[in-house]
């Protein structure tokens, strides 16, 4: 392991600490006082991508303490963001409660949810897990959709009012922005801190060995509970942005396809990775919206029945393209190359 | 001497089956006070189903493990480490994605006591304890000498070297009773007699008692107290390493004629 030349930890708080030089320090507040004066100078359409990004990873990050940290494979990403998504709308809508309060409700429903869904992986793991949260995934959405239509809204789009803050409307991209990167900033430091102690190591340790890890005194099944329990709220945080991010909420924007990209982007991202999860989520939107800008272009030089198939199949088409390609090439993801980047700067002049 | 007299473990009786393979039938031994047990016995005799019906890694039909006076033989693995048992694995168990030093941090779990909402704001309470449970881990690297590796991936090492991590991890737990399952597998002389020595540093520091599974007669005659002789299951003889030298039974059927 490479550390920041110049650094003596005489101390083991020094030693286990994050940000360790004055530079890192630099760099992390230079870029927070970026992000909060981004949306004074970029366009809506920015904002908008923005605040996707940073919803998304929200979400991916839960998903990375239980995919990446604790090894469970979860498919049902997308359908607890659903619970947290309706379980604010409908304390909204219906009881009247404020969203500031409705947010943690809804974020505590959807890890009860979440743990439940876990229960599964005492017995199974691998691919019997991941079959297994897939039906969360078919669960939610149906029982969304038919069992109560008078207050979920069936499968029609249900608006909320949007809240303000200290007299701030929050309707605007740029103004609900701070609200979005505001908890986005907190998870990113509530989970890098989750996965340096006792418990991220407890979740490692599940990961990499589950029997050594019950005779070495870990509770494996309470962790794992504890690991969906976590990533599911962090989804429930995530789906209750992203009611606040479009104004309303539809069962169409939680379906197997989100849980899937999720996946696929913490898989580029870098499994286990903080920041991967970050670089993957970056990664996989912007390749989203670049490709559904050029494929009207690219449509348009085809006959229009190809053009109609291009313009709808360039997308899925990219992203398992780009998946199969991570595989391949660099199976521990953007972050294996974030670290390459590192150690090359750190030993600079020296190549080994 | 009191500590000597004192029965730490006692195995009663132990039956263990897979379906009609008798793994363990009617064993019985005890360890007492601070000495070290050496299990020995031909392969398939049973002295890993044996470790394993300790640790609880399985669950024996019939019989009885007692720890410290306490019946423990329907415990799950994790109590029993919270007991004090702990132990090494022959084959290197260990979570190959963290470092060493995280591997033992890992096995601290048990005496570190904040939860995941302290854990995640990483302030006060959590930071102290991770600290403290850092020195205990720092004076057991150094007492095994792996300060080198210590922010080494364990993936990235060498043999010999995660079974010493896989022996850190084993003290960190600060245990009771340390059970090792061939702590010298597929090691050369030198590093033998380096593992020899840590055995008999632990032994000496903190008095434990131990049990050591292990094929290398030389090292099982030289450090151990007693031996107790395991084939097909059935143990075949217990007592001194000189006794259990002339014992014609297992001569007979392990150790062979010079």
């Given at each position: 392991m490479w550390r920041p030349c110049?650094?003596?930890?005489?101390?083991y708080e020094k030693d286990i600490?994050?940000?360790?030089?004055p530079a890192q320090w630099s760099i992390t507040v230079a870029g927070l006082a970026v992000l909060a004066v981004l949306p004074l100078f970029a366009s809506g359409y920015f904002m908008t991508t923005v605040n996707l990004i940073a919803i998304s990873i929200i979400s991916a990050q839960g998903l990375g303490i239980l995919t990446?940290?604790?090894g469970q494979i979860s498919l049902g990403q997308g359908a607890f963001m659903g619970v947290g998504a309706y379980t604010l709308m409908m304390l909204m809508n219906y009881?009247?409660?404020?969203f500031w309060l409705a947010l943690p409700c809804a974020m505590v429903s959807a890890g009860i949810i979440g743990l439940i869904f876990g229960l599964p992986s005492l017995r199974i793991k691998g691919f019997y897990l991941a079959m297994a949260t897939l039906s969360a995934q078919f669960i939610i959405p149906w029982v969304i959709t038919n069992v109560r239509p008078d207050l979920t809204g069936g499968t029609s789009t249900i608006n909320i009012q949007y809240p303000s803050l200290f007299g701030l409307d929050l309707s605007k991209q740029s103004s609900m922005y701070y609200v979005i990167i505001f908890f986005t900033i907190a998870i990113l430091y509530l989970t890098r801190n989750l996965a340096r102690s006792k418990i991220g190591r407890a979740f490692v340790a599940i990961r990499d060995n589950d029997l050594a890890a019950e005779i070495m005194g870990l509770e494996v099944f309470r962790y794992k509970l504890l690991s969906f329990t976590i990533c599911s709220m962090y989804a429930g945080l995530a789906g209750s942005l992203w009611v606040l991010w479009v104004g309303a909420v539809n069962?169409?924007?939680?379906t197997l396809h989100e849980s899937i990209w999720f996946l696929g982007m913490i898989i580029v991202g870098g499994l286990g990775s903080i920041p991967g999860v970050c670089f993957g989520v970056i990664f996989i939107r912007v390749l989203e919206l670049f490709v559904q800008q050029i494929s009207p272009p690219i449509a348009a030089l085809f006959p229009d029945a190809i053009g109609a198939a291009i313009k709808s199949g360039l997308s899925p088409f990219t992203f398992g393209l780009v998946i199969l390609l991570f595989l391949i090439?660099?199976?521990?993801?953007?972050a294996h190359r974030w670290e390459i980047v590192k150690h090359f700067y750190r030993r600079w002049p020296f190549s080994y | 001497m009191t500590a000597e007299d004192q029965t730490k473990l006692k195995v009663e009786d132990l039956n263990l089956s897979f379906g009609s393979v008798?793994?363990?039938?009617?064993v019985s031994f005890e360890v007492n006070g601070d000495e070290i047990l050496a299990l020995i016995g031909p392969n398939g005799a049973g002295k890993t189903s044996l470790l394993n019906c300790v640790s609880g890694f399985y669950h024996a039909q019939r019989g009885r493990v007692s720890f410290e006076g306490h019946d423990?033989?329907?415990?799950s693995p994790s109590k029993r480490a919270k007991l004090g048992i702990s132990r090494t694995f022959q084959n290197i168990?260990?979570?190959?994605?963290?470092t060493a030093l995280d591997n033992l941090m890992a096995a601290r779990h048990v005496y570190i006591k904040y939860g995941p909402v302290a854990g995640s704001f990483f302030f006060g309470k959590a930071r102290r304890e991770e600290v403290e449970n850092r020195k205990v881990v720092e004076e057991i690297i150094d007492l095994l000498e792996m300060e080198e590796v210590?922010?080494?991936?364990?993936?990235?090492?060498?043999y010999g070297l995660r079974k010493r991590v896989d022996m850190g991890r084993a003290l960190a737990l600060h245990p009771k009773l340390l059970l090792l399952d061939?702590?010298?597998?597929?090691?050369?002389v030198e590093e033998k007699e380096d593992m020899a020595r840590f055995i008999l540093d632990i032994h000496e520091l903190w008095k434990i008692p131990i049990i050591i599974v292990e094929h290398d007669m030389g090292v099982v005659m030289d450090i151990c107290h007693r031996v107790v002789v395991l084939d097909f299951g059935l143990k075949l003889a217990e007592g001194t390493p000189a006794e259990i030298k002339q014992n014609e039974k297992v001569i007979q059927a392990y150790l062979g004629k010079e």
């Open positions: 110049g650094t003596f930890d005489d101390t600490s994050i940000v360790r030089t990446g940290l604790t009881l009247g409660f404020s069962v169409d924007s939680f090439y660099e199976p521990r993801g953007l | 008798q793994a363990l039938m009617d423990i033989s329907r415990f168990e260990l979570y190959t994605g963290l210590r922010y080494r991936v364990v993936e990235s090492l060498p061939e702590p010298m597998a597929g090691m050369n």
